[in-house]
């Protein structure tokens, strides 16, 4: 069986922002960076999979992470700018490119109204956010209008990972294994926020995406519900509001969240091109097959649910 495939976390840079491998630390590093960088500002790159036949359509974002540390603090009319360049980006691409757009989750109002723009005015079809903002997770009061407004107009938001401050650099002796940590660590904080806070009550409608590298936070949430202190009904939060992606198609971990999140709460997404590159198709067959998913659960988790979940 030939799965078409939407990859639902692809990163892209427009041609408008500075992007440089300068600022980071090792040689091989640099290195890395400047060929994840090459792919990140190419069209060509960027749908090198879609018209090969490998992906049916990525779903893409920008992430101001990538390019902030080379220009310092960030303009006030940036996301309205890359929320535009994806748009006319999607445009030219009908069906094989879907697009987030990018918001200051913790802006409060004025990325609501950002959002409802880019939701109703340019087509996007969710919302791409940072999971933490200095000491602020996604259940910040400054938060609540973005996710009001992602909730009301029923699109998913894809709360991505950052690298937090201090625990980034507590583990930066580790190489990418501790960075990978710490990212993990945040992406998984703001979910179990969201769950604990009362957020999920208070937006029914609410869907949040999380990356594979919550996964702790999955665990925790769905096999301790009966734990002292911890709400009884995390699991069923879970199933109702949180997504996860496949990032690097471990079947381990496929597998871990199709059982605690349920097979249409599972997203195919490979962190291109920062995590994944090359061909994506065979690694996802042979990881959906290894984890033992039907047909049916292979064919939901390759695009099925990214489908329903972006209404396209």
């Known amino acids: 069986m ?39 500002a190419s069209r060509e ?21 990538l390019f902030s540390p080379l220009i310092g603090r960030l303009a006030p009319d940036t996301w309205q700018r890359i929320n535009d360049d994806v748009a006319v980006l999607i445009s030219e691409y009908p069906g094989k490119l879907h697009g987030l757009a990018s918001v200051d989750a913790f802006a409060g109002d004025t990325a609501a109204r950002e959002l409802t723009r880019a939701v109703r005015d340019l087509g996007l079809r969710g919302v791409f956010v940072e999971s ?6 996604l259940d910040a009061p400054e938060a609540r209008p973005t996710l009001q407004v992602a909730a009301g107009l029923g699109v998913p938001v894809f709360a991505h990972p950052i690298n937090p401050r201090p625990l980034s650099r507590q583990l930066a002796p580790y190489g990418r294994l501790g960075t990978l940590l710490a990212r993990g660590t945040v992406n998984a904080a703001t979910l179990i926020a969201l769950l604990e806070s009362g957020v999920f009550d208070e937006l029914p409608q609410l869907q949040v995406v999380v990356t594979t590298l919550a ?20 699991a069923t939060l879970l199933r109702r509001h949180i997504h996860i992606d496949t990032m690097n198609f471990n079947p381990v971990l496929i597998r871990a969240a199709v059982d605690l999140l349920g097979v249409d709460h599972v997203l ?45």
């Open 45 to 65: 790159a960027l749908l090198q999979d879609v018209e090969s036949g490998d992906l049916a359509a990525r779903v893409i974002n920008t992430p101001t992470a």
């Open 215 to 234: 996964i702790g936070g999955v665990l925790l949430a769905g096999g301790f519900g009966d734990a002292s202190g911890v709400r009884t009904d995390a």
């Open 132 to 137: 933490a903002k200095g000491s602020s997770l």
């Open 268 to 312: 195919a997404g490979s962190d291109w091109p920062v995590v994944s590159q090359g061909p994506i198709r065979q690694r996802a067959e042979q990881a959906f097959a290894a984890a033992a998913l039907t047909p049916v659960e292979q064919a939901l988790i390759a695009g099925g649910n990214a489908k329903r979940l972006l209404k396209v």
């Open 2 to 40: 030939t799965l078409p495939i939407i990859d639902f976390h692809s990163h892209y840079i427009g041609p408008h922002w500075p992007l440089s491998a300068d600022h980071h630390t090792t040689v091989t590093e640099r290195k890395r960076w400047n060929r994840i960088n090459q792919q990140l």
